[in-house]
């Protein structure tokens, strides 16, 4: 079993950058496909990144790609979202998410992945 944690979030102006970090428990990290969805209020939840297990392969949702980032550091056992160029309608609840660890791709569908953390919330004001 992983356990997952996210934390980092919290209320900026736009324009401004956050960083999100996902700590993981109970197992590795490392060999585990890893990911991030967000969810605003009355909308589905939504694919933000994702990375496979080596970190070679990373995909990012349309509406975040060439403003956010995401790394991992297997030492830390630790999943980041680095948040640049924040916009209104980046507000939401984001979520850390990561596969089971025989599937070493990573995926855009969020029903895909077995292990969820709690959330963190980010708001950013116009």
């Known amino acids: 079993q992983v356990q997952l944690v996210e934390s980092g979030g919290g209320l900026v102006q736009a324009g401004a950058s956050l960083r999100l970090s996902c700590a993981a428990s109970?197992?590795?990290?490392?060999?585990?496909?890893a990911g991030w969805f967000r969810q605003a209020p009355g909308k589905e939840r939504e694919f933000v990144a994702a990375?496979?297990?080596?970190?070679?392969?990373?995909a990012y949702g349309d509406s975040v790609r060439g403003r956010f980032t995401i790394s991992r550091d297997n030492a830390k056992n630790t999943l980041y979202l680095q948040m640049d160029s924040l916009k209104p309608e980046d507000t939401a609840t984001y979520y850390c998410?990561?596969?089971?660890?025989?599937?070493?791709?990573?995926?855009?569908?969020?029903?895909?992945?077995?292990?969820w953390g709690k959330g963190t919330q980010v708001t950013v004001s116009s």
């Open positions: 998410a990561a596969r089971d660890g025989l599937l070493r791709s990573y995926s855009l569908v969020a029903e895909s992945y077995a292990y």
């Open positions: 109970g197992h590795s990290l490392a060999s585990n496909a």
């Open positions: 990375v496979d297990w080596s970190d070679t392969g990373i």
